[in-house]
């Protein structure tokens, strides 16, 4: 049997785990009233988990501001694998207008 891989975000690892997956994969498996009870369980499991990785001194999640300005390609390049349909498409565009941009500086440099 294929394994189909679905992406987490790298702030969804932090706050999941195994066991949280585990639970969200047999939500609808459940009666109506089971998945109501086991999804408030398992958001409020990530709200504490997100809680504490924040409450200590250091941050746990750190962004480019701090070393260098955010790269516009790189944030749409990270997002890309959770979109699909049109807004996929979209951000294939905007991607692509970044790549012919890139080439038109390198080849004024020239």
């Known amino acids: 049997m294929e394994e189909k891989s679905h ?3 790298p702030f969804d690892e932090m706050v ?7 639970l969200k994969a047999a939500l609808p498996y459940l009666p109506r009233q089971g998945q109501r009870f086991l999804s ?9 988990n997100t ?9 746990a999640m750190e962004t480019c ?7 516009p390609v790189s944030m749409l390049s990270e997002i ?5 349909g049109q807004t996929g498409v979209q951000i294939d565009q905007i991607l692509q207008a970044f790549a012919l941009v890139q ?7 020239s």
Do not use: H, N, W
């Open 51 to 59: 809680l504490t990785m924040f409450s200590g001194p250091v941050q």
């Open 65 to 71: 501001e701090e070393t260098e300005p955010a790269d």
């Open 80 to 84: 890309r694998p959770f979109c699909c």
């Open 7 to 9: 992406p987490m975000t």
């Open 103 to 109: 080439m038109i500086d390198i080849l004024q440099e």
């Open 40 to 48: 408030a369980y398992i958001k409020a499991t990530e709200f504490r």
């Open 16 to 22: 999941g785990d195994d066991r949280v997956q585990m």
